[in-house]
Each structure stands twice: as C-alpha cells, then as structure tokens.
C-alpha cells in the first residue's frame, strides 16, 4: 500500500536532485503530506514559519541571495493567499521560488467545505508556472510526470524569474501508513550520501557584439556606465568592470547594484551633482551603457528624461528578460549573463581624450563630497542621513546589508555607497516584508547580515522578528525611527496639513525595546552624533535591534541642502 507520503517524498527527492536545499513550512492539516516529506528528509534546510507572508519573503531572500529556489509549503485556503506580495515582488525582480500548496481533492471543492478555496492559477500572471499536480496515483507514468514537475518548475522560476506555483490536492487520511516513514527515509539517507546535481549548470558563452554596438562603444568620447538594482546571481559585475576599464567610463552603481566597483572609475555622490541642470548639461555622455534593472534614484530618472531628449544611445546589458526601461530609452539590448564572456572591440580614440571626461566626473564627486562631510559636521542632532555616511564609512565588507524601501535605499544613494552585498527589494518597491527577506538572506549565506529599515517597514513585518531566533552568526535590524513614513514629505500632499500627517506620515508610538524583549533579541538606542560615532556593528553578536532615533526635519533640511532644493 501506498500513502500519500511516497507521493511528496518522491517530488522532494526531485527538487533535493536538482539542487534545492531549503524549505519554509507554515504549519497546517491538508499539507501533512508535504511537511513529512520534509521532516524526514535530512538533505533539506528546513524553517518553520508561523505567518505565511513571513515565510514567503523569506523564501524570496533565499533565492535572492542564492539564485536557487526554496520550497514553500502551507495548507489550502487562505495560507497561500499571504503568499501573493512576495510571489509579485519575486516576478518584477526575477527571483526564483517555488510555492508548493495543499489542497483538498476536486470533490470537496465549489460546496462549502471547510478551508477550501480556488487555488487553481491561484497567483494568476505573478506566477511564471503553475501545474495542478493531481491525487497522487502511484503508475511509472504519474511518478515520472511528477519528478518531470519538478524539474519543470525548477527552470521555469529560475529562467523566467518568478515564483512556481504547484498546487497539490491531497484527500484523508493525510498520515502516512506504518512503517512508510522509515522506509522513506532510508531512500532519502542514500540520495543524501549519493552524489547529486547542482542547478543545471549552463555552459560559458562567448558574446560577440554586433558591429553596431561595437561602433558605438568603439566612437564614444564620453561613456557613462549605469547600474541599477539587480541580483547577485543575475549581475554581469566582471563584464561591467572590464568594459569600464577598457573605455575609462565613469561608474554610478545605484544600491542593491550587487557589483563592486574599482574606486577609480566609482562615482558615488551622483544623488548630490546631477540634480543640478548645469551638471546635467557639462556632463551629458555620448553613451549610456546599462547594466541590472530600472535604476530608481531621481537624478538618474531626471539625467535620463534630459539626456533622451538628444536621443543618446543607450545600450542595455540585460540577464533577464523583463523590461526594465522607464524612459523608454533603450537603443541597443545585449542580453548578458555573469557567465558570459564580453569579447570587446579593441580600443579606437586616444586615452587622453577618455581620461579628461573620467576626471570631469571625479572632480565634481570629490567636491560634493566635500560639501557632504561639511553638511554632516556642522549637524548637531542625529539625521537619517547620519546613519547611512557612518555605516559607509565603515568596512562592513563581509556583512550582507538589506535596504528596505522608502527613503532608506535612496539615503544610501545620497549619504552612504553602494556595495557588491547590498540587496534590496526594488520589484515592485513595497515596504512589505524587509526583515523576512534578510533572514531569508542571512540563512541562505550565513554571512552576519545588517537589515537598515524604516519604523513603518519595521512594524509592517514585525512578525518577521518570530523568526529570528539566536543566530549563530550576528543578525542586526537597524531602525531609522524618524517617527512615521517621512517620504511621503516629498509630495504636494505634504501641505495638507489636516490630512497629511494623521493619513500619510502615520507618526507611530511604538516602544520598539518591548519588541526587542518580547522576541528575545537585544536592544540598544543610538540618539545622537556621539553615540552613532561609538556604536561598531561589528562587534555585535547573536540578535540585536538597534534603534536610531532620528529628527525627520533636520533631516529632511539637510537632504534638501544637498539636492540644492
Ligand atoms: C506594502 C506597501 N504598503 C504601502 C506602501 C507605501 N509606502 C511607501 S513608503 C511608506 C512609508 C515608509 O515609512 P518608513 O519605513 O518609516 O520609511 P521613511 O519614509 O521614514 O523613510 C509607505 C507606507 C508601500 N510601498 N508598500
Ligand atoms: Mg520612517
């Protein structure tokens, strides 16, 4: 006889087969098949994660970080409904997951069971694959279809980018039969001493730019090269650095970029200069060369709105399909992987030329920086912008650091650097699930990791903090408290005052040390210039929260005395 347990345990082996090591499970009745198939496998990684949405950010800091999907297992109903923001966010920035739901069989559906909801297509177009699995019916061919399944979501949500949803029906009884577990696990010991694949490995190619392109880069006097969000699996950074090099072109790396760049091509304070019309106009390129997704800084946005307007080439190296041009600007698409080899046109103008246009650019980040360093002295009271200029002063180089949304990534473009372990969640720009995705991160690479959020943000995914669990490896959630969602001071709204504050600011009174308490984690409070200066991440251990207290006016003068607003 056979149970169901053959049935997930079979489909585990086929996931563990190709790769997969970690599963996120909530806890639930119609998924006992799965959450076995789990529990007995000693292969996989295994979290469980009370709240859903939690879970499946987690999921999507797994596959950010990793390029490989985790497993998402959780009951019928509503569970795979607080999938939905991760699984969208997973598909507007390409990251890889697989969602694996229960459900109950086809003839308990449309009557009024229990926990029974339509969760065929449930993710509709924010999925990249969907397959309803079907009863477990033990002939070669079913058990052939459902290894086949696996292999088939696999590519799907690391070639298309996105979340795979598999939808599994199940009737009672759930539990497996006598002696089914133990005879499972003994499979499931041997592939575990056997050797087993990784992610399909795909083979080096060589790129040859077409003649067009290689004119371009060949006839440019003034390159710029761009690059916005990506993921670490996804970034060509070598094939970004060599072509810098080779045409001396400045180098604005936005956060979340994933790509170190050499300091000598690095132009870091872009947020400050190119606001200025002036500056847009002495340092418009002749070719913008981009790299990773939408770039989302305003000047960048504004630095292309003008530069269109002279119909300046701009060639997108691109690793993944979706359109990531807001501008619409996009002459030229080479699609690149970090694995490829960029076979570059040999150089055609004189170096000197190249090398006054680099140094154009270093000259005004050098002065801006300047600028910036007097502006942070001459403050008194801790600001946001504080925050990110002391923690880019430091090397944190072996430390992942999440940005969440908001102000936060747009204050680590204008105060602080980028940095090759920077991730953050620019898809669909929620402020939703920003710690879940660095557990999911700090996990899945056991590195000490450094999440920077906001107070909303922090509170939006408070739940977050249930997993956080004495990590053997630091784990620090930094929050900028200025005291409500300061962006939305950016906005005409802002002079609504009878509407603004109480519906769009949301000014919160939290006592953030309480949860630090209640989720056993360590606290401390950083409330001005001095304590910022003494505080050094590095030296935490185990699980900290770390509340900066900010003042949202000033630092909302100084951001605007750096924009010259
Ligand atoms: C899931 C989701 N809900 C709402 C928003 C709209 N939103 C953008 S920023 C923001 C406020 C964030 O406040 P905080 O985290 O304190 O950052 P700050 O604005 O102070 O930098 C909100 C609610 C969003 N982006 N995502
Ligand atoms: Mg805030």
Known sequence: MDSHLRWTSHLLRAYYGLGVRHVILSPG???????????????????????????????????????????????????????????????ESGVPIIVLTADRPPHLRGIGSSQTVDQLK???DQAVFFHEAGEPVFKQADLRRLAYLAKQSLEAAVEKGGAAHVNMPFRKPLEPIPGEIESEQEINGRQISGSTAPVAPVAKRTLHLSSEISGLINNSQKPLVIAGPSNLHHVPGKQLRELAEKINAPVIAEPGSAISIPPKFSITRYEQFLRSSDNLNKLEPDLIIRFGDQPFTKSLLTAFERWNNDHIPVIHFKSREAAQDHSMSVSHTVFCSPIDVVELPAQGQSNQKSSEWLE??????????????????????????????????????????????SFIPRDMALFGRSSENQFVNRGAAGIDGIISTAVGIHESTQRRTLCITGDIAFLHDSNALLSVRDPDLPFVILVINNGGGTIFRMLPVYQYEKYYTPYFETPQQFDIEHFAAAHGMKYKLIDSPESLESFNVSESDGAWIIECKTDPDASMKMRRKLWNT
Request: glycine share 8%; net charge neutral; aromatic share 8%.
């Open 29 to 91: 009745s119609r998924s006992t098949p799965l959450t076995l198939a789990a529990a007995i496998h000693d292969g996989f990684i295994k979290k469980v994660v009370i709240d859903e949405r939690s879970a499946a950010f987690m999921a999507l800091g797994i596959g950010k970080a990793t390029g490989i999907p985790a497993l998402l297992i959780c009951t019928s109903g509503t569970a795979a409904a607080n999938y939905m923001p991760a699984v969208t966010e997973a598909k």
């Open 360 to 405: 154009s650019w270093q000259t005004e980040d050098r002065s801006a920086r300047n600028t910036l360093l007097e502006v942070l002295r001459e403050n008194n009271t801790l600001t946001d912008g504080h925050i990110f200029s002391h923690f880019s002063s430091r090397d944190y180089g072996n430390w992942n650091v999440m940005l969440s949304n």
């Open 122 to 124: 449930y993710f509709g």
